[in-house]
C-alpha cells in the first residue's frame, strides 16, 4: 500500500507539472524577462499549498513540492490523513510565469490525472473535487493537451475555481461549454477528460487569449 501511495502522489505531481508547464509555455515576453520570483521556503510552500483549498481540507491534506529539477521526483513537505494531495505554485525554473496557481485534488482527481497522463479511459467511481482556489495561468477549453493556444482550441485563464469529476458524463450535458457564460461550464466536452469548472470569482475574469 505504501508503495502505491508513494507511486500515486508522484504521478499527481507529474500530472500538475505537464499541466501547469503547458499552462505556462504561451507566457509574454515581457513575462518570461521578468526576474525570477524568490524562493519560498519550506513553511511558506506548505503555506501556498493550502491557500489552494478551503483549510477544513487542506490542514489534513498531503503537501507535495515539485522535483528540484524538471523530470525528477517530487519530495514531501508534509504527510496528510485525509486522502487529499496539494502542491505549491508551479516554480519558475520550470517555465512557468510567477503568480499563485496551488492545487488540491481528491483520490478520484488522483486516479483521473493518472489516466490522463497515460492517455487511457479514467476510472471514476464517484464524484470528485479538486480546487484551484487562486486560478490558473491557461488551458485549452477543448482539447486536454494543447500546450498553448491556437486560434480554434479556446484557451481560457480561469478564475479561482473548483473542479467536479463525474463517474456519468451525461450529467455534464446541463451545462453549457462556454467559460463566460456567467456560471459553471464544461471543459473537455466529448473527450473522456470532461468534467465541471465551477468558478468561485466573476466569471467575466476567465479570458480567452488570442493565438499570435
Known sequence: MRRYIVLTLAAVALLVSSVLNAQHKMASPSETAKPAAPKMTTAQKIANAMSAAPAVISKNATIMDWPEKEGGQPKQLRAGTNGWVCFPSAPTEFGAASGDDPMCMDKQWQTWGEAWMSKTQPKVEGTGIAY??????????????????????????????????YADLKMLDAFPTDPNSGGPWVMWKGTPYAHLMVPVAPTKTAKVRAAK
Open 132 to 165: 484551484m482556489l487562486k486560478g490558473d495561468k491557461g488551458a485549452s477549453n477543448t482539447d486536454p493537451f494543447a500546450t498553448g493556444p491556437t486560434a480554434t482550441n479556446n484557451w481560457v485563464v480561469s478564475p479561482p475555481h473548483i473542479m467536479v469529476l
